[in-house]
């Protein structure tokens, strides 16, 4: 019987230990403690909306996918800043660790 409070014991440090972990990631407190890290999936889709009803990224054409909460941003942007936009948008989105982009201009 004390193997198993034990092993309970240390059960929930491992759990409450990846818990801390996440709530103190490196995205820059937007790691919550107790709702965990956004997906990338949700990432990416929050990303797309912020992009779309932003006047100056609205018409440009930006994909963007996700892997480990880097985002990688690629596509035809009208201006310089706009890329830049992109770009702080997407690093300004919760659960985002690093962006990565390549922009071209569009005709």
């Keep these: ?7 309970a014991i240390i059960s929930l440090l ?5 818990l801390h972990a996440c709530a103190l990631d490196r995205a820059g ?8 890290c956004p997906s ?14 932003n006047p100056s990224t609205a018409t440009d054409v930006i994909y963007v996918s996700t892997y480990d909460r ?11 800043g ?3 936009t992109a770009e702080r948008i997407a690093r300004e989105t919760p659960g985002v660790r690093n962006v990565i982009s390549s922009f071209g201009s569009n005709p």
């Design 40 to 53: 990338g999936a949700n990432i990416a889709a929050t990303l797309r909306e912020q992009l779309e009803q």
């Design 70 to 80: 880097v985002v990688y941003l690629i596509g035809a942007v009208d201006s310089l």
């Design 1 to 7: 019987m004390k193997l198993g409070k034990v092993r």
């Design 29 to 36: 407190g937007q790691c919550r403690f107790w709702s965990g």
């Design 82 to 84: 706009d890329g830049q």
């Design 14 to 18: 491992i759990l409450i230990g990846g």
